[in-house]
């Protein structure tokens, strides 16, 4: 079985949007956003060290994404397949690799660090963002995993002191 024939089987099993589980799902999805700025503000007043790292390795990591979503420049689902898959959001950027699923995963990963008894509730809102995308047909599995991947290591590979370094260096 090739790549493009798992991603098309997982997929064609959870893209069933049906209302209003699209619209929420879609509301839970873009609220990465929101959760991702609390996270930085939340490190900005507890512990600038952090914040530095959480800050300098979410661009970087961000820059990556943007650079391998336009090298392979891979059709979203319901553009490569209009007839197969549904979606009520029509981002027409590349699909490969998921943002969403890199941001969530770049936060599960300071949220298992940093937030005791919270981080179970928030480490299953941040592991399910990848399945909502599935759900509505914006994402081939083989984007999420890649995205996912690149979200959680990111973080390990910009070390904090490499972190500290760029930002003294721009005079932060």
């Keep these: 079985?090739?790549?493009?024939?798992?991603?098309?089987?997982?997929?064609?099993?959870?893209?069933?949007?049906?209302?209003?589980?699209?619209?929420?799902?879609?509301?839970?999805?873009?609220?990465?956003?929101?959760?991702?700025?609390?996270?930085?503000?939340?490190?900005?007043?507890?512990?600038?060290?952090?914040?530095?790292?959480?800050?300098?390795?979410?661009?970087?990591?961000?820059?990556?994404?943007?650079?391998?979503?336009?090298?392979?420049?891979?059709?979203?689902?319901?553009?490569?397949?209009?007839?197969?898959?549904?979606?009520?959001?029509?981002?027409l950027t590349p699909s490969f690799p998921s943002h969403h699923a890199f941001i969530a995963f770049f936060l599960l990963n300071f949220v298992l660090k940093n937030f005791g008894k919270r981080r179970k509730i928030l480490a299953v809102y941040l592991l399910a963002i990848p399945f909502f995308s599935l759900y509505n047909g914006m994402h081939y599995p083989s984007d999420l995993i890649v995205g996912a991947l690149i979200g959680y290591f990111f973080p390990i590979l910009v070390s904090k002191n490499l972190a500290l370094t760029i930002a003294k260096k721009f005079g932060f």
């Excluded at 959870?14 to 700025?37: A, K, Q, R």
């Design 1 to 91: 079985m090739s790549l493009l024939d798992f991603d098309f089987l997982v997929l064609k099993f959870f893209n069933h949007p049906i209302f209003p589980f699209n619209f929420i799902f879609l509301f839970l999805t873009e609220g990465v956003y929101v959760f991702l700025l609390i996270l930085a503000y939340f490190f900005y007043k507890k512990d600038r060290k952090k914040f530095y790292h959480f800050l300098i390795s979410f661009f970087l990591g961000f820059v990556f994404i943007i650079f391998l979503k336009y090298f392979f420049n891979r059709s979203r689902p319901f553009i490569a397949f209009p007839n197969e898959f549904t979606t009520i959001s029509f981002k």
